[in-house]
């Protein structure tokens, strides 16, 4: 195999040992999954060792692969990481821009963005990863990953973009006909709309005391998106407590109303939205994006009520 391959195929096999599967893999680099099946074939018999374990089921790492895994991110994250030094000493806004954040804010407010960059500069790609895990900058190779909630302390490089408050709101027509809502107490006999997966970013707890479904409360609708239960609550199916800037145009236009305001100044309800990074002087590409971001959002927030 050459040597200037031998990077290509490491960073292919890194993808599979992290997807899983050929298929995972070659989704995530928008080729056949022959084409990577090959690659690591070859790879393998250029090591002369398998990497992993096939089956009909599951592919998983043999103890050659577990040993391979560890160098082969070091050294591209060594690349990576030559690579936007050298870039960031360049005012060029160039290259792949890779970033992940949850579905929901990337669709609503990173892509408007990222399209007005892409326009203004032709020499610029992105890979966009909308996704509810904890993305890792520097294990992922990701430029920038917009996270929401508390940050824990590390070498990672904070910006502020803006503070999410959880607004709990309904439709007016279903307010028309349902019990009183005074207190918090009084979600008791009221239809909520909930979380199905992942962390509580609704904050049920928060309000109620405990979960809905501790309480012996039912759910009258489940979901993973926030943007369906943006959309259940103006289907009118219960009451939400979903992050501003979901539903704080809603209420601004009054398609909702927004409920115990005085829940939003909570602690409780607030937290921050940023941006982090690895590098403390990110390539031109990152400051235009996260400078363009920053504009788009606004202070205060585009979407508050």
Request: glycine letters at 6%; proline letters at 6%.
């Amino acid at each position: 195999m050459q040597t200037e391959k031998f990077a290509d195929v490491l960073a292919i096999f890194a993808d599979v040992a992290r997807e899983g599967s050929f298929s995972g893999a070659a989704r995530r680099r928008g080729v056949n999954p022959s084409s990577v099946s090959r690659q690591i074939d070859a790879l393998e018999q250029h090591l002369a060792t398998p990497l992993f374990q096939r089956s009909t089921r599951q592919l998983s790492l043999t103890d050659a692969g577990e040993v391979l895994l560890v160098r082969a991110r070091q050294i591209l994250d060594a690349l990576v990481d030559a690579q936007q030094e050298v870039a960031s000493m360049s005012d060029a806004v160039a290259g792949v821009l890779r970033v992940a954040c949850f579905p929901t804010f990337g669709k609503r407010h990173v892509l408007p963005v990222l399209g007005r960059l892409a326009e203004q500069y032709p020499a610029l790609r992105v890979e966009l990863d909308l996704t509810e895990r904890v993305a890792d900058p520097v294990a992922e190779r990701l430029d920038v990953v917009i996270r929401i909630g508390e940050l824990s302390d590390s070498t990672l490089i904070a910006s502020h973009l803006a503070t999410q408050t959880r607004l709990l709101c309904a439709l007016p027509a279903y307010l028309a006909q349902a019990p009183a809502l005074q207190q918090a107490a009084d979600l008791r006999a009221h239809r909520l709309i909930d979380k199905m997966h992942g962390a509580d970013l609704l904050g049920w707890a928060d309000l109620l005391g405990e979960p809905p479904r501790q309480l012996g409360l039912q759910s009258v609708f489940r979901c993973d998106d926030f943007e369906a239960m943006r959309i259940a609550a103006l289907e009118g199916f219960g009451v939400a407590y979903l992050p501003d800037w979901v539903v704080g145009e809603d209420i601004r236009e009054g398609r909702l109303v927004q409920l115990l305001p005085g829940w939003s100044e909570d602690g409780r309800s607030r937290t921050g939205i940023h941006a982090l990074r690895a590098l403390r002087r990110p390539p031109a590409r990152v400051a235009v994006f996260l400078d363009a971001l920053k504009a788009h959002i606004g202070s205060p927030p585009r979407w508050c009520p």
